[in-house]
């Protein structure tokens, strides 16, 4: 049966055109190489080559079987580049989800950390829902969620990275101090995202309310459409501290923003991952 060898011999052959220069490639004497392509030839029961004193031409068998041979020497390199990878448990594919109320403000601070913590992984990115995140990482299709918490992660690993406060959104018709208390929301209309977003329950959570408090007329998949039913005073919001950091509300020209004096609604943002992750002690380790 052919080999490795007779491959790299057939590609070298068809890229030089000449036996003694194909033989130079590998390395090898101009005999050796030439009794492999002939091995080669028997084997498959064709001629993969015309020769003649002046050229070295493949024959149409030969075409189709340098085609094949390359592709198989290519996945070669990347079978042993990827089993090599292996052997260092911080090398290989990080794949990383997180959810579309931390990802568009956190990302960009914190993947640089991520990256210089594991600098032979290939990262991955994607953005989705909470269970969503839990369930891929629960099954092994994605390493690392970058979640707002407390939520149940059941067997799954977590490290909080910081806590952030929650601050008003509202329409600046509105007569507010320069900052106001939870209780002022039991009188307001709250527009909330959807469920299925973990921001709806935590800030219900953080901020006592019951879930009636949500305005049932209107759920929003994103933080963008609650700032533009706010910017038309269909009702107040609240969003994280980051988000307001990056400037999402400063395109919306009628929304002032209000922080809490007292009691603070607060959420927190940590990482969350399998116990059984070769990676686990580097994630322990991120800190920002």
Avoid at 140 to 164: H, N, Q, S, V, Y
Wanted: charge should be negative; proline fraction near 5%; include cysteine.
């Amino acid at each position: 049966m052919y080999s490795v060898k007779h491959l790299v011999y057939l590609t070298s052959l068809a890229d030089e055109r000449s036996f003694s220069k194909a033989a130079h490639v590998c390395n090898v004497t101009q005999s050796t190489l030439s009794l492999g392509i002939q091995e080669l030839e028997r084997q498959m029961g064709l001629t993969l080559f015309e020769r003649s004193r002046k050229n070295i031409i493949p024959t149409p068998a030969g075409k189709k079987a340098i085609i094949h041979a390359r592709e198989i020497l290519q996945k070669q390199v990347e079978f042993t580049s990827d089993m090599q990878s292996m052997t260092n448990p911080n090398a290989g594919p990080l794949r990383v989800g997180g959810i579309p109320t931390i990802a568009p403000y956190f990302l960009p601070s914190i993947l640089p950390k991520i990256e210089d913590s594991f600098p032979q992984a290939n990262l991955q990115i994607a953005e989705d829902t909470t269970d969503v995140i839990l369930d891929k990482i629960r099954i092994g299709t994605m390493d690392l969620g970058i979640l707002a918490l407390p939520i149940d992660t059941g067997d799954l690993e977590t490290k909080i990275l910081f806590e952030e406060n929650f601050l008003i959104a509202a329409h600046d018709s509105h007569s507010y101090e320069k900052t106001t208390t939870m209780e002022a929301l039991n009188e307001k209309d709250i527009l909330l995202l959807r469920d299925g977003h973990c921001l709806k329950d935590h800030i219900l959570s953080a901020c006592h309310l019951p879930p009636e408090k949500q305005n049932k007329f209107f759920e929003a998949e994103s933080l963008q459409t609650l700032l533009a039913m706010v910017n038309q005073d269909y009702g107040i919001t609240l969003i994280p501290e980051m988000a307001v950091k990056s400037g999402v509300a400063t395109s919306y020209k009628s929304i002032q923003i209000i922080p809490f004096h007292g009691e603070i609604p607060k959420r927190q943002i940590g990482l969350v991952w399998r116990r059984t992750d070769v990676r686990r002690r580097g994630y322990l380790n991120l800190d920002f």
